[in-house]
Nanobody
């Protein structure tokens, strides 16, 4: 089974930056599409960003476009989320997810097959 472990969360002031990492146990990481989602208390788990298996295609939620960048290093079995110009409304638990097939949707949680445990991001005003 694939295991995903997020790291890099923490407390940051508004306008600051954080870089999240997600390390995957699978040796077939390069064949998976990867996504980042976030969930605030009492809210649904929302799409943040996704990246194709090759890294050639990316997609972002409108709320983070221009501020966040998703990338991957297949040699390290790791996906990243660089978060700049952070806002208090970005506060949430951030989860990485893996999609083992290339068909279907990429911006909804049910499309993904494996999930990490999440890392807390808190942005103070």
């Amino acid at each position: 089974q694939v295991q995903l472990v997020e790291s890099g969360g923490g407390l940051v002031q508004a306008g600051g930056s954080l870089r999240l990492s997600c390390a995957a146990s699978t040796r077939t990481f390069s064949t998976y599409a990867m996504g980042w989602f976030r969930q605030a208390p009492g809210k649904e788990r929302d799409f943040v960003a996704a990246i194709s298996w090759s890294g050639g295609s990316t997609g972002y939620a409108d709320s983070v476009k221009g501020r966040f960048t998703i990338s991957r290093d297949n040699a390290k079995n790791t996906v990243y989320l660089q978060m700049n110009s952070l806002k208090p409304e970005d506060t949430a638990v951030y989860y990485c997810a893996a999609k083992i097939t290339s068909i279907g949707y990429y911006d909804t949680a049910p499309a993904y097959d494996y999930w990490g445990q999440g890392t807390q991001v808190t942005v103070s005003a």
